[in-house]
């Protein structure tokens, strides 16, 4: 079963995803994507890491999400932006190349037999990026989310806190 979970930045996305997961299981995993790219950024990872307590199984994976062993667990994958981010640096920004990597790698992850609640961003709703590489990526996160969304047995939007149900 998957569920994917979108909204803006702090829409309450990860909060949602977690009591969620709390709901389907009592021992969830959490799959997180980040890596440390600055000390804002590993702020914000010790921020997620402690609203998390002893039911949690943290495992950290920046782009080969199907190599883990999944089968039978409760995961939240969080979240595909920051591990689309860890594609789209790899593979020198281009675009074709990292979409069809990330498509491959999810679609990997999906055969496995487990419980995923998939968080992602939707930021092609915000303010147009200044920049060729923030435009190419919002292109690109948006075409992504559209591969999960299109999977999903449940799509839900965040907004300010609340769960819109979109499927």
């Given at each position: 079963?998957?569920?994917?979970?979108?909204?803006?930045?702090?829409?309450?996305?990860?909060?949602y995803?977690?009591?969620?997961?709390?709901?389907?299981s009592?021992?969830?995993?959490?799959?997180?994507?980040?890596?440390?790219?600055?000390?804002?950024?590993?702020q914000?990872?010790?921020?997620?890491?402690?609203?998390?307590?002893?039911?949690?199984?943290?495992?950290?994976?920046?782009k080969y999400?199907s190599?883990?062993?999944?089968t039978?667990?409760?995961?939240?994958?969080?979240c595909v932006t920051?591990?689309?981010?860890?594609f789209?640096?790899?593979?020198?920004?281009?675009?074709?190349a990292?979409?069809?990597q990330?498509?491959?790698?999810?679609?990997?992850?999906?055969?496995?037999?487990?419980?995923?609640?998939?968080?992602?961003?939707?930021?092609?709703?915000?303010?147009h990026?200044?920049?060729?590489?923030g435009?190419?990526?919002?292109?690109?996160?948006?075409?992504?989310n559209q591969h999960?969304?299109?999977r999903?047995?449940?799509a839900?939007?965040?907004?300010s806190?609340?769960?819109?149900?979109v499927k």
């Amino acid at each position: 079963m998957l569920t994917y979970i979108s909204g803006g930045q702090r829409s309450g996305k990860s909060r949602y995803a977690q009591q969620l997961a709390l709901q389907l299981s009592p021992a969830p995993v959490y799959l997180a994507t980040s890596r440390a790219w600055d000390d804002d950024h590993r702020q914000r990872i010790a921020r997620h890491v402690a609203d998390r307590d002893a039911r949690w199984t943290t495992w950290e994976e920046e782009k080969y999400l199907s190599r883990r062993d999944l089968t039978g667990r409760t995961v939240v994958l969080d979240c595909v932006t920051l591990w689309l981010t860890n594609f789209f640096a790899d593979a020198a920004y281009d675009v074709a190349a990292t979409l069809r990597q990330a498509q491959e790698e999810f679609d990997q992850l999906m055969r496995q037999d487990c419980t995923l609640v998939v968080i992602s961003n939707e930021i092609g709703m915000g303010l147009h990026a200044p920049t060729e590489a923030g435009r190419k990526f919002a292109d690109l996160q948006g075409w992504l989310n559209q591969h999960i969304a299109q999977r999903a047995d449940r799509a839900i939007f965040m907004v300010s806190g609340l769960p819109l149900v979109v499927k």
